[in-house]
């Protein structure tokens, strides 16, 4: 998986770009989920400030996804290191490996 992502980086900016929104916007929710959690913070205030960053997240995600499905860069790459045409990758899997 990981030399799969670097191949699909090197060659298509946008989807670098997208891929880091989509980290930061992960990294920004679990962050204030765990002080939330922490903090032992309740509320509805603090209910909607969850969702707004879980939807924050779900939108990069999408758009990463919608970025990899209609590039025909992303598209030939994703072919070419052995995936399928719809090629996306899994965050959390990056995430542990230091990506």
Request: proline share 0%; net charge negative; glycine share 6%.
């Amino acid at each position: 998986m990981r030399n799969a992502t670097s191949y699909e980086t090197a060659v298509c900016a946008q989807y670098e770009i997208l891929l880091n929104e989509c980290e930061a916007t992960l990294g920004r929710w679990d962050d204030r989920r765990e002080e939330i959690n922490w903090l032992r913070l309740s509320g509805k205030e603090i209910g909607d400030e969850l969702f707004r960053l879980q939807a924050n997240y779900a939108k990069a995600y999408a758009d990463l996804r919608k970025h990899a499905q209609d590039c025909e860069i992303c598209q030939f790459l994703g072919k070419f290191v052995g995936h399928n045409s719809d090629y996306t990758v899994n965050l959390e899997s990056r995430k542990k490996m230091g990506v």
